[in-house]
């Protein structure tokens, strides 16, 4: 058995103390299990599927394939994060709009990863968004309306853009 640790992570801004926590655990597993963000969802944990995507200092990651002790230091982003006040964001929004959510499990990984996208690039040419998403998979609704998610935020953020 291995010995327990304690150690404080910071997750959306605020520093989340996990208590009596072992340093094999990965980072989906102790923001799961340990801290109640149940956001990021746990579908491989082999980093082929993208539903546990969070962010790690910015940088996009599989939080299954990231050991929670060695992200101390670093700010992690969660699906639970992404607006300040819980209110829903403009990719979210997209999402519903679109009918992009179906059985809603691939959907948190994919919005935090379509966020970090369109903060890169705002392309909207379709082939590029299914390469820079191809590290998250959805078995419901064939991309089709996950891509007219992302035009409709880039085109609102364009048309807000334009408006000022
Ligand atoms: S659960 Fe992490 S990539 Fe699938
Ligand atoms: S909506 Fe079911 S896996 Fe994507």
Redesign the pocket.
Known sequence: MTESITYSLDVNGGELVVVDGHLGESL?YVLRERLGLAGAK???????????SVLLDGELV???LVMAAAATGCAITTIEGLTPDGALSDVQQAFIDAGAVQCGFCTPGLIVAVHDMLERDDSTVEVEIRERLAGNLCRCTGYGRILEAVNLVASRRAEATDGH
Do not use: F
């Open positions: 989906l746990n579908a491989c944990e082999q980093g082929e599927c993208g539903s546990c599989c939080s299954c």
